[in-house]
T-cell receptor, first 109, second 116 residues
Framework: AQRVTQPEKLLSVFKGAPVELKCNYSYSGSPELFWYVQYSRQRLQLLLRHISRESIKGFTADLNKGETSFHLKKPFAQEEDSAMYYCALKIGSQGNLIFGKGTKLSVKP | GAVVSQHPSWVICKSGTSVKIECRSLDFQATTMFWYRQFPKQSLMLMATSNEGSKATYEQGVEKDKFLINHASLTLSTLTVTSAHPEDSSFYIC????????????FGSGTRLTVV
């Protein structure tokens, strides 16, 4: 069955510390994965997708098919990175997204 | 960039009444839109996929007669919660597929529905 797992509900780090938000997926087809971010009182925004291999706001994520993971990383967290982060998997012919439960990142000063 | 407008942002209604939520793509044509429901402190759950000019595809466990979806134009999809009950209170979010983004999705700001 298709599934996206984000094991951490909450991740708290200090400013300047490295951050890794974990995401694992289960999908029999060729995966297409995304990270979305939701800042307080704002809508979901695309952070990055594995196909583009971009680095947005200092975040990167590499698809590891062997480990079925797509962890989100940033070497030096900033306070403005505090938000909810959702990992999502695109499935189906119509492009449905399955979301993980989300990880709340809290960056302390 | 692509913009999806969702309206209203919040609504309070009495049990038994119906509520319509609109989702508009402002600067692109969206043949496919998605409706999600988000419970407090939980993830987004896909309810249905809305296709312009055809019937929506509902996810398992979602009542078609309860959550009516209409996608009559390339820029507008509506979700009507019929005969609302308190358990329908939730945060509803729409999303549209924007082919200009190379396969990206743009989300509305959501609608907080409270049924009293």
């Amino acid at each position: 069955a298709q599934r996206v797992t984000q094991p951490e509900k909450l991740l708290s780090v200090f400013k300047g510390a490295p951050v890794e938000l974990k995401c694992n997926y289960s999908y029999s087809g060729s995966p297409e994965l995304f990270w979305y971010v939701q800042y307080s009182r704002q809508r979901l925004q695309l952070l990055l997708r594995h196909i583009s291999r971009e680095s947005i706001k200092g975040f990167t994520a590499d698809l590891n098919k062997g480990e079925t993971s797509f962890h989100l990383k940033k070497p030096f967290a900033q306070e403005e990175d505090s938000a909810m982060y959702y990992c999502a998997l695109k499935i189906g012919s119509q492009g449905n997204l399955i979301f993980g439960k989300g990880t709340k990142l809290s960056v302390k000063p | 960039g692509a913009v999806v407008s969702q309206h209203p942002s919040w609504v309070i209604c009495k049990s038994g009444t119906s509520v319509k939520i609109e989702c508009r793509s402002l600067d692109f044509q969206a043949t496919t839109m998605f409706w999600y429901r988000q419970f407090p402190k939980q993830s987004l759950m896909l309810m249905a996929t809305s296709n312009e000019g055809s019937k929506a595809t509902y996810e398992q466990g979602v009542e078609k007669d309860k959550f009516l979806i209409n996608h009559a134009s390339l820029t507008l999809s509506t979700l009507t919660v019929t005969s609302a009950h308190p358990e329908d209170s939730s945060f509803y979010i729409c999303s549209a597929y924007d082919p200009r983004q190379g396969g990206g999705y743009t989300f509305g700001s959501g609608t907080r529905l409270t049924v009293v």
